[in-house]
């Protein structure tokens, strides 16, 4: 019986093919945003995670409070990076944060830029090496040699496709103006917990120290924990040494990888939350269009349920037979939305250059709720249908 | 059998009560054919709604098969039209979207009979009415004599008690309509119970019996000798 129901109600919506698909095309839209949309925040955040565990999960960051600007502040020193790795044992290495904002001069280009003082460690512990020539090395520290490693951006911008290796370049800081040897270049690398790597440059630290900066003041330090599992306890000894030697817990501020991590996930969750219940409201706003659509059905087929009806049509026959068609308008548009919404997810992520992830949960569940409102919206226009008296409905005119 | 006592049917709208029918009292044996006659106005329609179980009348009852109808709730009403009265329509009132063959099969797809069954019963009426080459034609591919007697195919498929005829010649030339009251004759004549509702003399001379109506009342029951 609802087999032949159901044929009825397939044959009367193909009767119809144009009122069928424009009827579906909210739900399409619908089912189609939400998986789309889902993809995209699930892609795109599985890129950033990837780029920042690339950095490896075991990195702490450290820098000053926001008291720090204050006079009664204690500056950072390059001192304490020996002293948190003697007082945490769970800390494998800690590299201190020279950074210097400058101009890199080469003949007619100015460039803004970033340069770093460090030392060979700084490729283990961001897991980034030179693409071309070789990257600070201890000699380099020791004898505070002139030479210096481009990041890839700033390679490209001023050498284009040359081969800047051996080239001298002018860093214009504080009025001052200094020439480095290049010896490197750096490979291309996604955004870290230290901003966008391509666009900085790196030096040795003594050299920093010494010849540009003169001074021994850091802006913070990264510390490597011996771990991922070490990491929390790493914080923790870092905590307690800082306050102790600081005396001030508002002086610093230390985060993790994996607290980044959590921020960064949390705001990139919310963003596709927020954008699949806009979608969602359009899948609603496709019900109500079925309904609709049913309302018009139910008046204008008002005598063949007359006729039905006169045949010996119960009022659950009527009643199954709306409901099944709205149930197929938004059963197939729910259908047809997945695969649209599985095409738009997969040609975004190719311009966005992110993973095509489709996350098979949202997918059910845009499936599931398009049927939800196919029975929701469709239950009113086939009670209207069933309630007919059959004399009225047979000298409907 | 029909047995109808006392039917009456008042049509409240708003603070005017009409009463359409006013305490008809009739008695139709099996295998007869009879014509309902009365001009429009006169409450025939409504007693063909009646006896067709289409509606329920406002008191009296109705006996059809000796079971009392006139109290029945919809369902079990869809039921009895289902099983024991064929409907056939001045304007024929077949699906349009519906093959012939399907149309005719409609009933017993109501009633749960098996595909393979409706389609022979359908198809062995659709050829005993002279169809069997347009069972795949939809309604409105074929000529109204034909229509008619799809509609009387659908009608019979059930073996109903009671053949219910609402002006079935109304749309029909007049040669046409002669087909299809022998049409009705021979089913009359294997046994079938027809009642023809109907303004045309004409057609109702053509029974045995004439129920006369007018503004709600039998007010002649003859026999008609054809």
Redesign the interface.
């Known amino acids: ?1 609802i087999l ?1 129901t159901f044929i ?1 109600a397939v ?2 919506l193909n ?1 119809n093919k144009l009122r069928t698909l424009l009827s579906m095309l909210g739900i399409i839209i619908g089912v189609g945003a939400v998986i789309a949309i889902v993809s995209i925040g699930t892609g795109s955040q599985q890129q950033i995670t990837s780029n920042i565990s690339d950095l490896g999960s075991n990195l702490i960051n450290i820098d000053q409070g926001w008291r720090h600007r204050n006079s009664s502040s204690t500056e950072f020193t390059l001192e304490m990076a020996e002293y948190i790795e003697l007082t945490s044992p769970a800390v494998k290495k800690v590299l201190a944060n020279l950074e210097a904002s400058g101009l890199l001069i080469k003949e007619e280009i100015n460039l803004r830029a970033t340069i770093v003082g460090t030392e060979g460690y700084y490729q283990e512990i961001n897991k980034y090496y030179p693409l071309i020539g070789k990257f600070i090395d201890k000699a380099a520290v020791d004898n505070a040699s002139d030479v210096i490693v481009l990041g890839s951006e700033l390679a490209t911008e001023l050498y284009g496709k040359q081969n800047p290796l051996g080239q001298k370049i002018k860093f214009n800081y504080n009025d001052n103006n200094f020439v480095f040897t290049i010896i490197g270049v750096m490979e291309e690398k996604g955004r870290g917990i230290t901003g966008d790597l391509n666009d900085q440059a790196y030096i040795p630290m003594s050299t920093y120290m010494n010849k540009l900066a003169n001074s021994n003041q850091v802006s913070g330090f990264i510390a490597q924990a011996n771990s991922s599992k070490d990491a929390n306890e790493a914080v923790e000894q870092i905590e307690y040494f800082l306050s102790k030697y600081l005396g001030d817990d508002d002086q610093f501020r230390i985060r993790s990888q994996d607290q980044i991590l959590d921020t960064i996930s949390s705001v990139t969750e919310s963003m596709s939350l927020m954008l699949g219940g806009i979608a969602a409201i359009s899948l609603v706003v496709g019900g109500i269009g079925i309904m609709n659509i049913m309302l018009v059905s139910v008046t204008e087929r008002t ?2 349920i ?12 009527i009643l199954t037979q709306f409901l099944i068609e709205s149930l197929c308008l938004s059963g197939i548009g729910g259908v047809i939305g997945v695969g649209i919404g599985y095409l738009a997810a997969y040609l975004i992520s190719n311009i966005g250059g992110w993973p095509f992830v489709v996350n098979s949960l949202s997918v059910m569940i845009a499936f599931t709720f398009s049927l939800l409102i196919g029975i929701f919206f469709g239950i009113y226009p086939a009670m209207k249908a069933a309630k007919l ?3 009225d409905a ?1 000298n409907y005119e | 059998m029909i047995e109808v006592r006392n039917l009456s049917k008042v049509y409240q709208s708003g603070e005017i009560a009409v009463e359409a029918l006013k305490k008809i009292s009739f008695t139709i044996e099996d295998g007869e054919m009879v014509a309902i006659v009365g001009p429009s106005g006169s409450g025939k329609s409504t007693l063909m ?1 009646l006896l ?1 179980c ?2 329920t009348p406002t008191s009296g009852s109705y006996f059809l098969d000796s079971t009392d109808v006139s109290k029945a709730n ?2 079990e009403l ?2 009895v ?3 024991k009265i064929g ?1 056939v ?1 001045q304007k024929f ?3 349009a ?2 093959s012939i063959l399907h149309n005719v099969e ?2 017993l ?4 009979i098996k595909k393979k069954e409706r389609k022979e019963r359908a198809t062995s009426l659709l050829n005993k009415v002279g169809l069997a080459d347009r069972l795949d034609h939809n309604p409105n591919e074929v000529s109204g004599g034909q229509r008619q007697r799809v509609a009387i195919a ?1 009608a019979l498929v ?1 073996n109903p008690s009671l053949i219910l005829a609402d002006e079935p010649t109304g749309n029909l030339d007049s040669k046409t309509e002669a087909e299809i009251i022998d049409l009705f004759h021979e089913l009359n004549s294997q046994g079938h119970t027809i009642v023809i509702v109907t303004h045309s003399e004409k057609v109702a001379q053509q029974t045995n019996r004439i129920i006369h109506i007018l503004d709600g009342e039998l007010v002649k029951d003859e026999v008609v000798l054809g």
Do not use: C, H, Q
Not at chain 1, 306 to 317: E, F, H, M, P, S
Not at chain 2, 109 to 112: L, S, T, W
């Open positions: 019986m032949e009825i044959r009367s009767s005598s063949e007359g006729i039905r009806k006169a045949l010996g049509a119960k009022k659950r026959d008296a059959p004399v047979l | 709604n067709g289409l509606d919809d369902d869809a039921e039209r289902n099983n409907f329509f009132n077949l699906l979207r519906d409609t009933p797809i109501y009633a749960g659908r059930n």
